[in-house]
């Protein structure tokens, strides 16, 4: 099966320092990648959407100038957080889709296995 | 920001018992749903989906139903094991690939 790779699993930083997570489709191209945001005990929370060669589309309340998009392949997403301050520990995962017309018979959404960050 | 205090609705099973997690959806428009489940520290990971023109569909020890009329979903599992132990979310498609998730429900599974 498709697989999605994200990476680090795990980072710890200092409070004003800037962290970048990468998700990598590893069998598959992806056009559109996306980027939640989960707080423990709470659901996923979309932050933006990724496209291939063209700006992030970020949802309401988050800000594009903290949360930096770099989508440069079609199997490489990556978000920068940047100036991380301790509110903004959580777990960060992406997900991947294949890409092509409308229709969820035979695409379905691949998850990364999330990037836990803590900021002291 | 985070809610203080707050925390997912949780159902505790004996293993071998059948397990019924609900869910209710906003968007009378979705036409695609899907269960996920996920464990702790790690990603979502896809257990089965259902298209609007349908209302049940089964997988293996996984059933899931739909009432579009009252906007619910639920996924049975049959058999309950101590690995189903996880967090279940919903989730819709409201939108081209856009999935919205709904809360979650912890299930404890004990042996």
């Known amino acids: 099966g498709a697989v999605v790779s994200q990476h680090p699993s795990r980072v710890i930083c200092k409070s004003g320092t800037s962290v970048k997570i990468e998700c990598r489709s590893l069998d598959f191209q992806a056009t559109t990648m996306f980027w939640y945001r989960q707080f423990p005990k709470q659901s996923l929370m979309l932050m933006a959407t990724s496209n291939e060669g063209s700006k992030a589309t970020y949802e309401q309340g988050v800000e594009k100038d903290k949360f930096l998009i770099n989508h440069a392949s079609l199997t490489l997403s990556t978000l920068t957080v940047t100036s991380a301050h301790p509110e903004d520990s959580s777990f960060y995962i992406c997900?991947?889709?294949?890409?092509?017309?409308?229709?969820?018979?035979?695409?379905?959404?691949?998850f990364g296995s999330g990037t836990q960050l803590s900021v002291l | 920001g985070e809610s203080v205090g707050l925390h997912l609705p949780t159902l505790s099973v004996q293993e071998g018992d059948n397990s019924i997690i609900n869910c209710a959806y906003s968007n009378s428009a979705s036409d695609y749903f899907i269960w996920y489940k996920q464990e702790s520290g790690k990603g979502p990971q896809f257990i089965i989906d259902i298209r609007s023109n349908m209302d049940k569909r089964q997988g293996q020890r996984v059933t899931v139903l739909l009432n579009k009329t009252v906007k619910h979903l639920s996924l049975q599992i049959a058999a309950t094991q101590p690995g189903d132990s996880a967090v279940y979310f919903c989730?819709?498609?409201?939108?081209?690939?856009?999935?919205?998730f709904g809360k979650g429900t912890m299930l404890l599974v004990s042996p």
């Open positions: 989730a819709e498609n409201s939108g081209y690939s856009t999935l919205t």
């Open positions: 997900s991947a889709h294949p890409g092509g017309v409308r229709g969820w018979a035979n695409e379905k959404l691949f």
